[in-house]
């Protein structure tokens, strides 16, 4: 950065600075406390030693492990009609993907359970064609929850992996072609290989949106799917452990920062990044 | 202005002015002669603020009504305990949470002089922390076309008829800690042992109970028909019926829990007479009345305002000699360990 650009970007450090550094710094003081006014691990220790709690962690990082894997399977048809279309669809393509995004996740969340709920078309479908003997309720379930969440994450999956092709000469493929590869073959060591800067950063939202998800995993999954963002409420909200929940809270944020971090070091990886 | 070179250390000391300024108050830009008062999320938010506000602020007050439930304004008051401005200036909380925030001192006593219809309220409304504005009736809420009306707690857990339409939540309400309460009673424990609720739910865990994380969802998945029976209040069984949802409320032949709904003035609000003219205007004839009309249907505490033929549906004589009014001195205590071993019974 020149020297003349610090102005510019004056404003945004100081807000990142005082509504998220400090914040963070007064959350993780906190996580040392304990209610007596001492200092210490604690806190960490209690949570380390909690089967439930160490469940829940094990349980969230699955979670977000899942949509990973559900929203790219979703993703990769839309990406190769993507990467196939001409202008005018690509820009179709783009507007239909950001669409969802316009509706609050909440009210998508509260979509969804009509959609699977005991009267909704899918349950009636299958019920009509003979795979469960009656409607019944699909909510409540963790497959339901991966379902939901995709549906919901799948733009921050697609929209960097647009970004990423938008920019890339498709005349690699041609060449390709003509070298005598098959769509398989371009598939594997084309085109995904164009792509995967945009999907290991699809990856790194999508993750960290999945595994903070507080409203789409208590509505969907209820009480009995405990995620680490529900248990951080109830240690706020119904036992009143603020250091507890500091200590969960950064728990999360390192688990979830270690994956990330590795994901987005694997996207600056020489042989993936060269093709970006 | 921008050619100005900026040195580290005056970028550095703007970002601590920046940083330092909440400390020093600067932060307290909240509009003189406007309060922030918690609110029940929901139709009570809605209709304190339709009906209740226009009232506060012809008296010369903002009302600016912050929705929370009762164990949130609790945790966000404490959070902020340190603090000189609290998150609110009043609070709606029932006595759970009173108990709570007296022994925290987070609310004050009130000087009934300040209000011109406290000597119209039921003498039990009148208490020395703030005016009670209703009394909350729980119950069992079901649907009468899916299921036949429950008696009992207990019921819903030995008719198979119930097994997997009921939706059932942890200790974040009271609604619903009082009813885990009444289902220990009805099963062998008491006010402060909740073992047997926790065994008979373990045990209908794989009967298709239904799960939520609080009472809104349970409304949700009831409008949607995923479930038939919840704990519910005589409010939350108004306001269905007034959107046109089949629903009744009945009352256990143990009792009906009765939960007072009070107003408190939060200690260090910078604008008490703000909190007294709100507390005047919720205890009001003309608001009580209003609030006692469908959809909202809110007990009245004024003893001006007479009971509605709507709410005589729900609540007899009878049913009032019959109400229950739980021991929060003795529940409080054991809620933290209570939510815990809930989490620990239904996850899965």
Same mark, same amino acid.
Request: proline letters at 7%.
């Given at each position: ?65 899942? $949509?990973? #894997?559900?929203? !790219? =399977?979703?993703?990769? @048809?839309?990406?190769? %009609?993507?990467?196939?279309?001409? +202008? ?84 690699? $493929?041609? #060449?390709?072609? !003509? =070298?005598?590869?098959? @769509?398989?073959?371009? %598939?594997?060591?084309?085109?995904? +290989? ?83 | ?348």
């Amino acid at each position: 950065m020149t020297r003349g650009g610090v102005p510019f970007v004056a404003p945004m450090l100081a807000l990142s600075i005082a509504g998220f550094l400090v914040p963070l710094v007064v959350l993780a003081a906190f996580s040392f406390s304990d209610p007596a006014g001492g200092f210490g691990l604690a806190n960490y220790a209690k949570l380390f030693a909690d089967p439930l709690a160490l469940q829940v962690l094990f349980d969230t990082l699955a979670l977000g492990f899942k $949509v990973v #894997a559900s929203t !790219t =399977l979703i993703g990769l @048809p839309i990406i190769l %009609l993507f990467w196939h279309a001409g +202008p005018r669809e690509r820009s179709l393509i783009v507007f239909l993907t950001l669409l969802p995004m316009l509706v609050s996740n909440v009210v998508r969340t509260f979509a969804w359970i009509v959609i699977l709920g005991r009267q909704g078309p899918v349950s009636q479908t299958l019920a009509q064609l003979g795979f469960i003997p009656a409607p019944r309720s699909l909510l409540f379930n963790e497959t339901a929850i991966v379902v939901v969440l995709s549906q919901i994450e799948l733009p921050l999956l697609l929209l960097p992996v647009m970004a990423v092709l938008s920019r890339t000469d498709r005349s690699l $493929v041609s #060449a390709a072609e !003509t =070298l005598g590869a098959g @769509p398989w073959r371009i %598939l594997a060591t084309v085109i995904l +290989p164009l792509a995967a800067p945009g999907i290991l950063a699809g990856w790194v939202l999508v993750f960290a949106s999945a595994t903070t998800s507080y409203v789409t995993q208590s509505v969907i999954g209820g009480a009995r799917h405990i995620y680490l963002p529900q248990y951080i409420y109830r240690e706020v909200g119904v036992l009143f452990q603020w250091p507890s929940a500091a200590a969960i809270a950064f728990v999360l944020l390192a688990t979830t920062g270690i994956i990330m971090a590795a994901m987005a070091m694997l996207s600056r990886h020489p042989r993936l990044a060269s093709h970006g | 202005m921008l050619n100005r070179k900026l040195s580290r250390r005056s970028v550095m000391a703007g970002l601590g002015g920046l940083v330092a300024a909440p400390m020093l108050g600067v932060s307290r830009a909240r509009a003189a002669g406007s309060i922030v008062a918690a609110a029940f999320p929901g139709s009570w938010e809605d209709s304190y603020r339709t009906i209740v506000g226009p009232v506060v602020k012809s008296a010369g007050t903002e009302l600016v009504l912050a929705p929370a439930l009762a164990q949130d304004q609790l945790a966000r008051l404490r959070a902020s305990q340190s603090q000189s401005r609290p998150a609110y200036d009043a609070m709606m909380v029932s006595p759970g949470q009173t108990t709570d925030a007296i022994a925290h001192g987070l609310i004050e006593k009130i000087d009934p002089s300040k209000l011109k219809n406290w000597s119209k309220l039921l003498p039990a409304a009148q208490t020395e922390w703030g005016p009670n504005v209703t009394v909350e009736i729980t119950g069992i809420a079901y649907n009468p076309k899916l299921v036949p009306k429950p008696k009992t707690y207990r019921e819903l857990f030995d008719n198979p008829v119930y097994h997997g339409k009921v939706g059932w939540s942890g200790f974040g309400s009271n609604t619903a800690t009082i009813a885990w309460v009444e289902i220990a009673k009805a099963f062998g424990g008491s006010e402060d042992n909740l073992s047997p609720a926790f065994k008979i739910l373990a045990e209908h865990l794989n009967k298709g109970a239904v799960i939520t994380s609080n009472n809104q969802q349970q409304m949700a998945l009831y409008q949607q028909n995923e479930i038939a029976v919840f704990i519910s209040t005589v409010g939350n069984v108004a306001n269905l019926r007034g959107r046109g949802v089949e629903c009744d409320f009945a009352h256990p032949t143990t009792g009906s829990p009765a939960l007072p709904v009070a107003l408190h003035l939060v200690k260090g609000s910078p604008n008490p007479d703000g909190v007294y003219q709100y507390m005047d205007a919720a205890i009001s004839a003309d608001v009580q009345r209003q609030l006692s009309m469908p959809p909202n249907e809110v007990l009245p505490t004024n003893t001006d305002v007479p009971l509605t033929d709507s709410l005589k549906s729900f609540i007899s004589d009878a049913d009032i000699k019959n109400l229950i009014y739980p021991n929060w001195a003795k529940i409080n205590p054991n809620r933290a360990a209570w939510s815990a071993e809930f989490d620990r019974v239904v996850k899965k």
